[in-house]
């Protein structure tokens, strides 16, 4: 190992990474990828088409036209890139990917980073806006479309950079002493950055959330008394961050495992056995991903009355097409009969004068 220092191995397929991280017998069999590919499809369909619905009813609900929901819709874009990113990992996996460029696992696992990037920033994003507009005692803050706009394009800079800095130059392509096992040609060290980092984030936004939940109840609980005929009103702030404390609820308790499994490769614990857990722990990312959409419906009404409208527009419209065309097959075989039925009148007529 000590020749390999100096060394750079960008030219070498993945496969000469995972035997320098000992993966040799951790393969999936064809029969397991295939049910695993057929079942993640399934789900990436779903995250795919929720996502996209959660997106449009932001966009065409203007009751959904405030910062809060713009940031949501945003949250939902960035699970409709974690579709994408899964859809890829599913079929760049197993022995495929053994066959992968360095170029190739950089953007496969980019694909991920990203996604992971823009949901945690979109969630820091999300908490500070609440806690500005609830610190004032406003259901929705005073932030314009425009700064919304330069928040949301900030969000998916940082997450884009975040993604690629691997590929940018910290990885373990030019000393293979400090690759990691579950990401072959990612340093160690960055791992531990990566992980740390994430976790801090978590405790960050579960603390402001706290503070929000608690400032707010005081707060209600100080004004009922005054205020009994607006009772939407005080309850309208509660909702949303409950809405945005379930979702990160869900996103703590679905990336965390993964997170900690991360630090203790990163830390280089031979007794962790991490790869034993990595696919399990991919599958409680997608499980993410799809509870996300589940979780905007049943805890906002008016998301869930808006997407249930939707649905009904669609079957609605799918309906009336096929009604449309029914009638049309009806119409043009009535025609057809009564051209026939003139046909036979004229050539009957036509006899007659002959007789």
């Known amino acids: ?41 399934l789900f990436c369909l779903f995250i795919f088409v929720s996502n996209a619905m959660v997106i449009a009813a932001v966009i065409t609900n203007r009751r959904f036209h405030y910062p809060f929901y713009y940031l949501l819709a945003n949250l939902a874009a960035s699970d409709f890139l974690a579709g994408i990113a899964y859809v890829y990992l599913m079929f760049n ?52 479309k425009r700064r919304v706009t330069v928040l949301i394009f900030f969000v998916w800079a940082i997450s884009i950079f975040l993604g690629a800095v691997p590929s940018l130059g910290w990885n373990c392509i030019c000393s293979l002493e400090h690759c990691s096992k579950l990401a072959p040609i ?16 978590f405790l960050i936004m579960v603390a402001i959330y706290m503070r929000i939940y608690m400032y707010v109840k005081k707060k209600t609980t100080m004004l009922s008394p005054h205020t ?52 399990w722990l991919l599958l409680l990312a997608v499980l993410n991903s799809v509870m996300n959409p589940i979780i905007y419906s049943w805890k906002d ?29 009806a119409l043009s075989s009535t025609q057809d009969n009564s051209t026939n039925i003139t046909e036979e009148g004229k050539m009957s007529l036509q006899q007659a004068g002959k007789e």
């Open 1 to 41: 190992m000590d020749g390999n220092k100096n060394n750079c191995y960008h030219d070498m397929p993945m496969s000469f990474f995972y035997n320098n991280s000992n993966q040799t017998k951790d393969e999936w069999d064809s029969t397991h990828l295939i049910i695993v590919q057929v079942f993640g499809s």
């Open 93 to 144: 996996t197993g022995e495929v990917s053994r066959k992968l460029t360095v170029e190739l696992y950089f953007f496969r696992q980019g694909l991920l980073d990203t996604s992971l990037s823009a949901s945690l920033t979109n969630l820091f994003v999300i908490a500070l806006e609440r806690y500005i507009s609830v610190m004032r005692l406003k259901v929705h803050s005073n932030l314009t």
């Open 186 to 201: 990612f340093s160690r060290s960055y791992l531990i950055f990566w992980s740390v980092t994430n976790l801090l984030l």
């Open 228 to 279: 009994s005929g607006s009772i939407n009103r005080k309850r309208t702030p509660i909702k949303l961050i409950k809405t945005v404390m379930t979702v990160l609820g869900a996103f703590v308790i679905c990336w965390t495992p993964g997170l900690v499994v991360l630090l203790l490769d990163g830390l280089n614990c031979k007794q962790c056995q991490v790869l034993q857990f990595k696919r």
């Open 301 to 329: 009404e008016e998301m869930w009355m808006t997407l249930r409208n939707m649905i009904r527009c669609v079957c609605t419209g799918t309906r009336r097409q096929r009604s449309s065309r029914a009638n049309a097959r």
